[in-house]
């Protein structure tokens, strides 16, 4: 199983942008990743999704503002937040749907958005 980092959060005024990087111990360019985020007093729930031949999908509430990318070349998927919202306020991770099954979360990353 792949191992992943997440980084790039931090506190954001409303209307404003995050990349946050997931990044992996080794090759990813097999692998379909997810990110998820989890709210405060809240369940995890998918954010984004993209797949090991580049589709990706996204969760109605952040279609149009988010986009999920990947480079396999250097191990990374990516999430591009866009007119952040303080709903969006959570602890973002990313994973596999082997990790999902197996219920191995990393750290995750927490994003404030807040004014």
């Known amino acids: 199983q792949v191992q992943l980092v997440e980084s790039g959060g931090g506190l954001v005024q409303p209307g404003g942008s995050l990349r946050l990087s997931c990044t992996a111990s080794?090759?990813?360019?097999?692998?379909?990743i997810g990110w998820y985020r989890q709210a405060p007093g809240k369940g995890r729930e998918v954010v984004a999704a993209?797949?090991?031949?580049?589709?990706?999908n996204y969760a109605d509430s952040v279609k149009g503002r988010f986009t999920i990318s990947r480079d396999n070349d250097n191990n990374t998927v990516f999430l591009q937040m866009n007119r952040l919202q303080p709903d969006d306020t959570a602890v973002y991770y990313c994973?596999?749907?082997?990790?999902?099954?197996?219920?191995?979360w990393g750290q995750g990353t927490q994003v404030t958005v807040s004014s």
């Open positions: 994973i596999t749907p082997i990790g999902v099954a197996q219920n191995s």
């Open positions: 993209i797949s090991s031949d580049g589709r990706s």
């Open positions: 080794r090759s990813i360019s097999i692998y379909d």
